[in-house]
């Protein structure tokens, strides 16, 4: 009997009652306390599990190497030669488990090399197809007309509800924090604004006139129906009747660039100098997004046809990375303006109701609208959801504007203009400047928030006080174009000007009488 660790005839031979295998007494006791498992079959194994086997105490003969010093000097040699030759064996399997955990760990590495690289790949690839997608011209709707197309890209079947309506992301988390962010910095720097000196003074707009007249329009359909100032540059665009809108340089008098595309006039446009576009929106339903190019050209890079009436105003919002639409279906859309995607359209479209006029608080978390109904409506643009409605007026609401001390909103409609203060959500001053048959059509606070512009059958400039105290009428400037309808009146930079748009085709320019020389030297020197 051997036992099966050693190799050996054991001393105190035992037997596992598991495996059945004979160990050394002393042998497994040792390597059971060590590991709790045989030796051999490696299975759970216990002392308990140990049967001693009894056997007779025979005395064991040396064996016959022993009996002399050279027979042991031999016995040791050969255990020596067999342990070295062990050693040897042990020695070169630890070498080849070396080689083969460093090949291991070297293959894990470059199989994660390859993944990261696989996976910055396939994030490129869809960052480059979500731009193609967004980049596609909407002129690519006539090539699939199965598919509904908006926003430059296709609208697949799913992303219609089953109510039959267009499924809008959203506006999302992000965007809201980034709208409260802008909201509580533009609120903290209105605190320590200050009337800048270089704002004209009383004393001079008393003395305004009409110092130049442009021809901006066609002859056979004139009329200037929306207009806007470049805030940096001293640049108008104006939007018509002849469905052109004509981007001009009132320090140069060159027109710089002609946007055509639209199919009917143009209601309104804005600037958004961030990224050097401008919004257009029309009669035909649409809205259109151009970019301008450092030749001073400007290309149509998303049209937008989310909604179904007349759309009657564009707002941008103060990050200008956002604007609201307003049209006459009763909705109202709030977009992205990187990508040209509606994030969400508020309201229900109907007959009864439309939207005429719209814009943003200058904080940017009101957005103001007037109806075809007289109605003026405040909506919180992180809910979408209208917080307060202004009643009173007559007719459509034609116009409205903040001011930038972020308390005051004038409206305007056929019976005048009526001053609302956003603190107490009450009218506290109306202005009736014509008959009941001529409405007023403009109306607008100048950026520093000390004049307001109203318009209708001629220009008046009123200097902005409070609540309480009376606010003067300071100029009126006469409709010097003939046709008795003035349809917008904007204060250049610092007041400097007033430039005004009416029923003929002509851009008119309102300043001190000495600024026509000016003008005059600027043509001259240009041409």
Known sequence: MICAISGEVPDEPVVSKRSGLLFERRLVERYIEDHGKCPVTKEELSMDDIVLV?????????????????????????????????????????????????????????ACR?????????????????????????????????????????????????????????????????LTECNTMLSAQRKKRQVPPSLASIDE??????????????????????????????????????????????????????????????TTLKFVPRDELVVTGSADKTVRIWQGTEEGNYSCIHTLKDHTAEVEAVTVHATQKYFVTAAKDNTWCFYDISTGSCLSQVGEASGQEGYTSASFHPDGLILGTGTTEAVVKIWDVKTQSNVAKFEGHTGPVTAMSFSENGYFLATAALDGVKLWDLRKLRNFRTFSPYDSDTPTNSVEFDFSGTYLAVAGSDIRVYQVANVKTEWNLIKTLP???????????KFGTDAKYIAVGSM????????????????DDAKSSAE
């Open 479 to 489: 409709d010097v174009s003939g046709t008795g309808k003035v349809t917008s009146a």
């Open 54 to 110: 009894k056997t007779n105490k025979v005395v064991r003969p040396r064996p016959l190497q022993a009996a002399s010093i050279p027979g042991l000097l031999g016995i040791f040699q050969n255990e020596w030669d067999a342990l070295m030759l062990s050693n040897f064996a042990l020695e070169q399997q630890l070498h080849t488990a070396r080689q083969e955990l460093s090949h291991a760990l070297y293959q894990h590495d470059a």
């Open 504 to 519: 003929d085709r002509n851009l008119r320019i309102f300043g001190l009488p000495g600024d026509d020389q000016m003008d």
């Open 205 to 266: 707009l008393e003395k305004y006139t009409q110092i130049s007249s442009h021809p901006l329009h066609k002859t056979n359909k004139p009329g200037i129906l929306s207009m806007d100032i470049h805030p940096s540059k001293d640049i108008v665009a104006t939007g018509g009747i002849d469905t052109n809108a004509v981007l001009f340089d009132r320090t140069s008098g060159q027109i710089l660039c002609t946007l055509a595309g639209h199919s009917k006039k143009i």
């Open 114 to 178: 390859v993944i990261a690289r696989l996976k910055k790949e396939r994030d490129e690839s869809r960052a480059l197809l979500a731009l193609a997608e967004r980049q596609i011209p909407a002129s690519m709707a006539g090539v699939a007309p199965a598919a509904v197309v908006s926003n430059g890209k296709r609208a697949m079947e799913d992303e219609i509800g089953p109510d039959g309506k267009k499924i809008r992301p959203g506006i999302n988390p992000v965007m809201i924090d980034e």
